[in-house]
């Protein structure tokens, strides 16, 4: 039997999640934007295109049987001398498609950038709340240890892990391991930022009645950690995350451009660009022109967005 109806006929019915979301503060802030609007339009092409890359890709650029080194060096929209082929960007020096080159680098530089601030955000998230709630020498060590690393550049950090992590791969390994090697050594450079912000604020937390309460009745810390103080520290964290997205990718494009990242039979959008530059005095601009727009895009949505959820987020602008 179903379950009567006990609400009045002229009561109002209970408003679904889905219509919650759509009229809550941080959804109106977003649809009155229009920056915010054009920015997640952007983010959510580049994205979506970059997961469909198999579907939409006119060809499989680390497929040799689809590879013509005839084709190579094709103008964009022109026939080229040999083949008669015509490519929407052009073709690099092996007769790959840049258009079809840039939706599977997408692919490799979205994947590490995720990966890498999901890494940097747990590590610091769990550092974080250990030092605020702790305190003492625990807080002490851990703070003078993002005090160090802070004093130097992410990239110059990310560069040092990367290659001492190399180090103790087999050269057999090497190739294969290059990307988690990779997404590790931008996650270690990048945790401080999220320790540090969820320590200050585990510190004002940890204070409050509600956890006081929880340990009157012998909760564990772990619990109080988890389930009262993490949901109250996770509005700036986002944020930062959001952020530290378009900083991942920018990093893992320097890396790969400086010839240290990705492999070059897995090439992200640095190393197109980093093959795109050796072309480009000798008339070849379109190798590097549209690698280098698509990494742009990104990575200015990417900020822009991030800009407008920290906005959003600040109740003293609300």
Known sequence: MSKPDTLPPDAPRPRSWLWRAWDSDV???FRTSPVAIVAGLVAVIIIVMAALAPFIAPYNPYDPAQLNLMDGFTPPMEPNAFTGNVYWLGTDNQGRDVFSTILYGARIS????????????VLGITLGLIAGYRGGWVDSLLMRVADVQLSFPSILIALLIFGVARGFIPPAYRETMAIWVLIVAIGLSDWVQYARVV???????????YVQAARVIG????????????PNVMGPVLVIATIGLALAIIAEATLSFLGVGVPPTQPSLGTLIRIGQQYLFSGEWWILLFPSITLLALALAVNLLGDWLRDALNPRLR
């Open 219 to 230: 909760a564990h810390p772990v619990k109080i950690l988890v389930r009262h103080i993490l």
């Open 27 to 29: 959804a109106y802030s």
């Open 110 to 121: 979205l994947f590490v950038g995720f990966s890498a601030v999901l890494f940097a955000m």
């Open 199 to 209: 320590r200050g604020a585990t510190m004002v937390e940890k204070g409050k009645e």
